[in-house]
């Protein structure tokens, strides 16, 4: 479990966790019945593992960042599933792909969503493209040679999930409808919501391994706009 050393907006921490390694190394302690009941009905047991493994790691984060103990922190969801700490001031979110998970969290106040994925090929890349990507972010995928589109299309798909995260509306909203294309070159993202828009700031992670990950923060009167948007669509 690495803390990025980096410096990220608002005092945001975040570390990257080599879960398989983390499964083996730590007890896997003072996890909650819920989620150990989540691992129990998982398929496989490297899964369970892995997930297991992000909790855990998620609490000594927190415990590290807010001075509670990590058997004591309590994590539940809020109104629309996204993952809190009701009993604590901070703001937090976690991703994970394979081996590799990524945890964020702040104290400013700022809601916060963060993506790790591994860079591989993918053999429907043209049609996830086609339905998730802006005609901008399309263009942009197109254009780079062949042997940077698979590095290309991920480091796009997990600025777009780090922001839909940050926001909270999940399936809610159409991927395509948020251009992300831009944090190529500045992290504002204007995102529309009908006849209004809400902003959101993303950002590339400097992340090792053959990941790619990106982290995005939005003002709570942003996120109450997009879930108010999304909810009524």
């Known amino acids: 479990m690495i803390e990025l050393a980096s410096e990220y907006p608002h005092g945001t921490r975040l570390w990257q966790v080599d879960l398989d390694s983390y499964a083996t190394l ?60 009701p009993d604590l001031d901070v703001q937090f979110n976690i991703s994970h792909s394979g ?20 860079v591989r090929s993918i053999p429907e890349v043209h049609a996830l493209a086609s339905s998730h990507f802006s005609p901008t972010e399309r263009q942009l995928w197109s254009n780079v040679p062949e042997k940077l589109r698979d590095a290309t299309f991920f480091a796009l798909w997990v600025r777009k999930e780090a922001c839909l995260k940050a926001l ?54 942003s996120v109450a706009l997009a879930r108010q948007y999304y909810q009524a669509s």
């Open 26 to 85: 730590a007890p896997l302690d003072g996890l909650s019945s819920v989620e150990h009941q989540r691992a129990r009905s998982m398929a496989f047991d490297r899964d369970a593992r892995r997930y297991l493994a992000s909790r855990h790691a998620l609490r000594r984060a927190l415990s590290v960042v807010t001075g509670a103990l990590p058997q004591d922190i309590r994590i539940d969801a809020d109104v629309v599933g996204k993952p809190c700490c």
């Open 99 to 118: 081996r590799w998970g990524l945890i964020g969290i702040g104290t400013s106040g700022l809601a916060i969503g963060v993506d790790v994925e591994i």
């Open 168 to 221: 909270g509306v999940g399936l809610a909203a159409e991927p395509s409808s948020i251009n992300v294309s831009e944090t190529l070159w500045t992290p504002k993202v204007d995102v529309p919501l009908g006849e209004n828009r809400c902003e959101v700031s993303v950002y590339a992670l400097e992340i090792a391994g053959e990941v790619t990950a990106a982290m995005a923060s939005a003002e709570v009167s």
